[in-house]
Structures are given as C-alpha cells and as structure tokens.
C-alpha cells in the first residue's frame, strides 16, 4: 500500500486518553549494538520496531549475530552476542536506510573490525555528514573511502588496530560520542571524547551495564577497553520514547479542553529538552508516577490544554531538545507573541533542513517567520490556514509535526512525502485517532 501522503485537519472534539508512545528509538539502537558485541544473550522488552531501528537488526544478522523476535510485534527479542570479535564480513553492503544513528554508531563498530564493509544508505542519509565521525576514526587508525573523500555516504570501511585518541567535538552530538567510544572499545589506549554542551548520555549508561566503565574526568568522557562486554542481568527494558510523546504533548497544549496522559516516557535530562521548552511557554505538563525503567528515569507525563506564549529558547535546553523542534515549532506557530530560536544550526543537518522545511509548510499555512542560519522567529498566531499542501521532505518528524499543526487549522492540510513516518512511529496513524485527532493516509 503506498502511504505517502497524509491527510490532517480541525479537531472536531478535545483530546483525551492514555497513550503508550513506541520504544525510545536511540536506546533501540543501541541495545542492539552492544547485545549483539557481547558475550551472551540478552533479552529486551520494549524495542521499536520503526525502519530505522530494524535497519540495525539487519546489520549484525548479516554479520552473523543470531537475533529471535519473541513477539510478532518485534517489541520483544532475544540477541545472542558473537563478543567484540565475533562478527563475521557480511556478504554484501550494509544498509543503514534513513537513520544517521545506525550510520554513524555502525561506523565505530565497523573501524575496530579484522575485515572491510561498505556501509550505505538512502537517498536522504546520502546527503547528511559523515566527516564528523570519519576524521577522528582515521586518526584512530581505521582506513576509510567514500564520497567526496568521505564526506558522504557509501563509506568502505577497512578496519584493524586502533589507537586511542583524545577527540574535541565541534558539536553536542551524541553520535559523534558514541561512534568514537564504540570505537574505543578495539583501541589500545584511554579513547576520551569533550563536547562542547552535554549530549544524550544513553551510550555511556549502557556500556556500563555492560560491564565497560565509562567515566567523566573533568570535561571529556573517557574509556579504557575492558576487552569484553557481558549483558545485564534479566529483561533489558527499553522506555517509552520522548521525541514521540512530544508530538501529542503540543497537540494536548493546542486544543481546549484536552487531556492525554503518555504512559512510561524516559525522562532523562538530556533528553527532556522539549518538556522544558514548553512549560517555559506556558505549557501544563505534569509528571506522575516517577520510576525507574532499567536505567532511565521514566514518568507518566499528563499533557492538558494551556494558553502557550512566544519564548526566547535558552542556548542550554537546544541540544537536549534537538528532535522536537519541529513539533516546538508548530507550539510556536499557535502561541501568542514571538518564539526565536538560535544556535541550532544542526537542525540543518538532519533529515532534511529541518529550519528550511518547516518554514516553508508554516509559511503555508500563513505563519509569519524568519529564517537565520542558525535558527527562527515565530509570530505566533490563532489558527493555520488549511486547503494547502505541504512537503514533509522525506522526513518523519515533519510529517508528524504537521499533522499536530493540522488540528488548529481552518480546513484539511495535506502532508506529502510522509511515509518515513514509518523509520520511527509505525503506529502513528491508529495511535492519533485513538486520542480524537483528525488523521489519516490518502488511501485509507
């Protein structure tokens, strides 16, 4: 069935249920990742079955990890690890579709390896950065070609003896992070990555569970290979994922009367970025029930309606809130005053430019705004003008950015090139409608 094009319009009525948004999508990555290199099996509860995170999946099957699906919703798996130096050369390239993470972690798996791969993607990702993550790989000693000297996708990798490095990172980037620390786990040597703002700390908890300790000295984040990895005891449960609840938070905030309770969602600091960011808008969000869920602070987070005003985002909440902006920026389009976001300049290096894309759907929808190069403003406004067609770009979090916009338009608004809605929210659709949004594929 070809689902390319989404429909969304007016609200008819409030929002209101409980909701259980998808596995968190970077742990998803990264459980399979370490499982896979360990010694042993490991058996995981909550996974996302999104394109991307299977993409993953595919990858260590191909060079030779046994992974069994428990549940035919692919939420449940058990991987059973080949160790660091078990992986097999795979018989052709492998695949990593439109996700960056699996991309960009691969790579440091792929540099500590005794044989060569070539590592690809689609269209989309084929045009996104590689050198971050290639240049520091070859001063650990890793022989790397691709486009434009390796700038781009395809990239063969030709792996071997590693040296540790001390890497600077021009961007809080927690691909960056992790793709060097994985890589440290094949190097001789303390490999230690400074950044300058904290990225997602997910890699560096989970090798820890793992049994590879990663410490904090003073600014930089340093490993000293264990030389094996072992998994943790019990069921690895993944939390519910963030960057998905915030859609139907900002849905909640716009539409009177609504409330949506999302159920498990992980909490972490550096990953709560969006939550903050609302409430400085004005934003009723709160937490209930806090826990915790393997080794992530989870909460049951209660979205009601709220009259959200125009901010000034504070330089220190951009990269804990790097995904949601899309979805932050439809809550500015529907706030009152101005929302101007700077230093965000990596939003024009994900999967699509996402600053350029969303202007031109808001603009469409008669948003008033200005573009920078590292950021916008937002004027605020009552409704969206609909009847117009919008391009998601091939990118999922536009798509489901502007099907929450949708739901304070005048009339219907069409999202074309939606289908990437797949790579991390296959459910998206069914899990709208069942709180009231007005959502639907073209040809349903």
Not at 2 to 8: D, K
Not at 294 to 322: F, K, T
Not at 393 to 402: E, K, L, S
Not at 437 to 443: E, G, P, Q
Request: negative net charge; aromatic residues 4%.
């Amino acid at each position: 069935m070809n689902r390319s094009t989404l429909i969304a319009g007016p609200s008819a009525a409030p929002l209101s249920g409980t909701l259980k948004p998808p596995g968190d999508k970077s742990i998803s990555h990264r459980i399979v990742i370490l499982a896979s290199l360990a010694d042993g099996v490991t058996k995981v509860d909550g996974f996302l079955p999104g394109e991307d995170n299977l993409a993953t999946a595919v990858m260590f099957e191909a060079m030779g990890v046994p992974i069994t699906w428990l549940s035919e919703d692919k939420t449940r798996l058990r991987i059973e690890g080949c160790g660091l130096h078990g992986l097999r050369q795979p018989d052709g390239v492998l695949d990593a579709g439109n996700s960056g993470t699996c991309a960009r972690l691969m790579a440091g798996v792929l540099a500590g390896q005794s044989f060569a791969t070539t590592l690809t993607g689609d269209a989309s990702l084929r045009r996104r950065p590689m050198m971050r993550v290639v240049e520091p790989l070859r001063r650990m000693g890793a022989r790397i070609d691709g486009l434009d000297d390796g700038a781009l996708l395809p990239l063969t990798i030709r792996g071997g003896e590693l040296a540790a490095i001390h890497h600077v990172s021009e961007v809080a980037s927690a691909q960056v992070k992790s793709c060097l620390l994985l890589a440290g786990l094949y190097a001789h040597g303390e490999t230690s990555v400074s950044e300058p703002s904290p990225s997602r700390d997910h890699t560096e908890k989970m090798l820890a569970s793992f049994g590879q300790p990663v410490e904090m000295r003073e600014d930089a984040m340093v490993l000293r290979p264990c030389k094996s990895l072992r998994p943790p005891e019990g069921v690895f449960r993944v939390p519910a994922d963030p960057s998905s609840a915030c859609f139907f938070a900002v849905a909640a905030s716009l539409l009177p009367g609504s409330c949506v309770r999302l159920a498990g969602i992980g909490v972490n600091p550096r990953r709560d970025g969006w939550r903050r960011i609302l409430m400085q808008m004005g934003a009723r969000l709160m937490l209930e029930d806090e826990r915790t869920v393997g080794l992530e602070p989870v909460a049951d987070v209660v979205a009601q309606d709220a009259q959200l005003r125009g901010i000034h985002v504070e330089r220190v909440d951009v990269a804990d809130a790097i995904d949601e902006f899309p979805a932050l920026f439809v809550a500015a389009a529907l706030s009152e005053g101005e929302f101007v976001l700077g230093d965000a300049a990596e939003l024009r290096t994900k999967e699509s430019d996402r600053i350029c894309i969303m202007a031109k759907a808001l603009t469409a929808c008669g948003v008033e705004l200005q573009e920078f190069p590292d950021g916008i403003r937002i004027q605020g406004r009552e409704t969206l003008r609909g009847n117009v067609r919008v391009d998601a770009a091939d990118d999922h979090r536009i798509a489901m950015a502007m099907a929450m916009a949708a739901q304070r338009a005048d009339d219907d608004i069409l999202i074309e090139h939606a289908e990437a809605i797949a790579t991390s929210f296959p459910d998206f659709v069914p899990m709208a409608q069942s709180v009231g949004m007005n959502v639907r594929w073209a040809d349903d």
